[in-house]
Structures are given as structure tokens and as C-alpha cells.
């Protein structure tokens, strides 16, 4: 079992810059691919970034590519999503999740995650 915890979101102007953070639990987390995800008002949850067990590999949205970093640190049980030149249109709420496999590598598929953080408020004003 893994339990994550998001942290870092808040309100931004455009143009700047956030560093989400999510926390796991358990011995194991470190074995999992993870992926961060986001919602905003009247759309569906959307695949945002995924980075490999290892941290070796990454994967991002289009939307995304070249302004988001994700990345971890597994001494520390976290996994980071740097957010710069944030637009309007980043704004939701951003989730981290965990594969529902271990060992493997980046997903995109919201069905590969069996583990989800509660979420942290992403407000970006134009």
C-alpha cells in the first residue's frame, strides 16, 4: 500500500514559476513509476508527466513539454513537478499517482495507477 501527499500548489501570476511536491509512504515507493495529473473545472483529469521507478526516464504532455520537469528522489520518498512559464490554462487541480505495477516505467494511462494523492490547487491569473 502507498499513500501520497501533494503539497507546493498556491496562486501564481503568468509567466512564473511553482514546485509541487508529493510525499509517499511505505518502504516500496521508491519500486514505483509515478505520474502527476491534473483537473480543471468541467474538464476530465488529464495525464500532465510520468517518470520511471528509477528516474531514468520521463514523459510529458504535449501541453507541458519544455516548461514542466518531473523528477525524484527515492532516499527521500518524493516525486517533484517543476512548473515554470505557467499560463492561464495550467490551472487545476494537480494529482500524483502511483503505477499499480512495480519496477516499470513511465505511464501515461490513468488506469495504470492503483494509488492517488488527494490533490493540490494550481491557480494560475493572467
Known amino acids: 500500500q502507498v499513500q501520497l501527499v501533494e503539497s507546493g500548489g498556491g496562486l501564481v501570476q503568468a509567466g512564473g514559476s511553482l514546485r509541487l511536491s508529493c510525499a509517499g509512504s511505505?518502504?516500496?515507493?521508491?519500486?514505483?513509476?509515478m505520474g502527476w495529473f491534473r483537473q480543471a473545472p468541467g474538464k476530465e483529469r488529464e495525464f500532465v508527466a510520468t517518470?520511471?521507478?528509477?528516474?531514468?526516464?520521463?514523459y510529458y504532455a504535449d501541453s507541458v513539454k519544455g516548461r514542466f520537469t518531473i523528477s525524484r528522489d527515492n532516499a527521500k520518498n518524493t516525486v517533484y513537478l517543476q512548473m515554470n512559464s505557467l499560463k492561464p490554462e495550467d490551472t487545476a487541480v494537480y494529482y500524483c499517482?502511483?503505477?499499480?505495477?512495480?519496477?516499470?516505467?513511465?505511464?501515461?494511462?490513468?488506469?495504470?495507477?492503483?494509488?492517488w494523492g488527494q490533490g493540490t490547487q494550481v491557480t494560475v491569473s493572467s
Open positions: 511505505g518502504r516500496t515507493f521508491s519500486s514505483y513509476a
Open positions: 499517482a502511483a503505477a499499480a505495477s512495480r519496477y516499470g516505467s513511465t505511464r501515461k494511462g490513468e488506469d495504470e495507477y492503483a494509488y
Open positions: 517518470i520511471s521507478w528509477r528516474g531514468g526516464s520521463t
